[in-house]
């Protein structure tokens, strides 16, 4: 079962009492990829964020902590955006070659 940490029901506020960071840790294991989210002290997390540096490969059996203070910054990654150029390609419709002439009478019936 997999779980959109990202809706509602999963959001928490740590930036209450004395767990004022949020905490993510990402483990690579055989059957894929674990989160494990939560809140923490600054001191605990940054703790355990850079007592896990060796560890943190990406590799089978990685384990990364990561911390941060910034509303929903432990939440999904941003899609990526296609790149400019393939965006013009899909996007721009062709246009209809005009006269000057011609275009300049649109132009002066259609601007203030």
Do not use: W
Request: net charge positive.
């Amino acid at each position: 079962m997999t779980h959109d940490c990202s809706s509602p029901e999963f959001i928490v506020n740590c930036t209450v009492n004395v767990q004022d960071m949020c905490q993510k840790e990402v483990l690579v294991k055989e059957d894929g990829i674990h989160y494990r989210k939560s809140c923490a002290s600054s001191g605990a997390c940054l703790i355990a964020s850079s007592g896990y540096q060796q560890f943190c490969t990406g590799k089978l059996n990685s384990v990364c902590i990561t911390c941060c203070n910034t509303p929903l910054c432990n939440g999904p990654r941003q899609k990526k955006r296609p790149p400019p150029s393939a965006a013009m390609t899909l996007t721009t419709p062709l246009l209809p070659v005009f006269s000057l002439h011609a275009l300049l009478f649109v132009l002066s019936h259609t601007l203030c």
